[in-house]
């Protein structure tokens, strides 16, 4: 995805069409963020560069309206369409389409024109030029196919490793990092998404298909420290308490991981029992040290 953009940045890309990504993975795996990072790397005026549309809101056909406005005559007509309205502000925004699988038919239709031509005809009958915007659309379809597909590859990863340490090879080298295999993606991911939108025409029109996976270990402590050190700051500025925490406490928190939800599970679902847990480990300690 950053060389697809890079390339349209220094002038090398089809400018008669608008570059268009499809994101595949679980809930909670960054897919949005990672849409709100771009827009912020590409605008300096965020929301105006950023357009964020939830799907889920356009799920029947009437709601197509919404979506390019009311035509001449019906209730709403002036007050334009969601997208329509807000692309002729930034021809060049950055444009979300989250949870894209969720949308009617129709609305998908309206998406193709936008994808293939790179403009859209709103109610009133103007056309807005967005040639030079980014389309982005999320999606959970096939998400736990890619996740089962990613611990198997970590898995055989640190295998792998296992067996060249036990061999003494020279060129060990553990890593958290594996690639998604062009097999899969084709015999696996593509008739699933065909399936699900059931248009090849649609599918054809996506620049770049990104695989978001679970996350290892050392990504998931990352969190953790980032979510630490955001309730350090504010015991801090509100309390003036100081926070502090070793480890262990970042081994039990990611512990809570949870591979549906993804980094939501370790915000939200599992901080009290996790607490519980670093309490206990904490009272087994006080209790050795008072024995000995």
């Avoid at 709100?36 to 590409?42: E, F, G, P, W």
């Avoid at 300096?44 to 309206?65: P, Y």
């Avoid at 309390?239 to 939200?268: F, P």
Wanted: hydrophobic share 40%.
């Amino acid at each position: 995805m950053s060389t697809a953009i890079r390339r349209k940045e220094n002038g090398w890309y089809d400018e008669e069409h608008p570059l268009v990504f499809l994101f595949l993975g679980s809930s909670g795996i960054g897919k949005t963020e990672l849409a709100k990072q771009t827009a912020k790397y590409l605008h300096k005026d965020i929301k105006k560069g950023f357009i964020r549309l939830d799907m889920s809101e356009f799920q029947e056909r009437h709601e197509v309206a919404k979506f390019i406005g009311s035509p001449p005559g019906y209730v709403g007509h002036e007050e334009g369409g969601q997208l329509t309205k807000k692309l002729k502000q930034c021809p060049n925004a950055v444009v979300l389409f989250d949870e894209v699988d969720k949308a009617h038919p129709d609305v998908l239709t309206i998406m193709l024109q936008l994808f293939d031509e790179g403009r859209l005809t709103d109610g009133k009958g103007k056309t807005i030029d967005c040639k030079d915007a980014i389309f982005i659309m999320t999606s959970n379809v096939a998400s736990d196919e890619i996740a089962q597909h990613a611990l198997q590859l970590r898995q055989e990863t640190v295998e792998l490793s296992r067996k060249r340490i036990a061999e003494n090879l020279d060129d060990v080298q553990m890593t958290d990092k594996i690639t998604i295999s062009k097999q899969f993606k084709e015999n696996v991911i593509r008739p699933i998404l065909k399936a699900h939108f059931r248009r090849d025409e649609f599918l054809g029109r996506i620049n770049e298909i990104v695989y978001f996976l679970p996350f290892c270990h050392s990504e998931l402590i990352q969190l953790v420290n980032k979510e630490l050190s955001f309730w350090a700051k504010r015991a801090k500025a509100r309390h003036n308490i100081t926070l502090l925490w070793d480890r262990e406490v970042m081994d039990v928190l990611a512990d809570g991981y949870n591979l549906h939800y993804g980094a939501r599970s370790i915000k939200h679902e599992r901080l009290l029992q996790s607490s519980r847990k670093i309490i206990g480990m904490r009272q087994k300690r006080w209790q050795r040290a008072s024995a000995e």
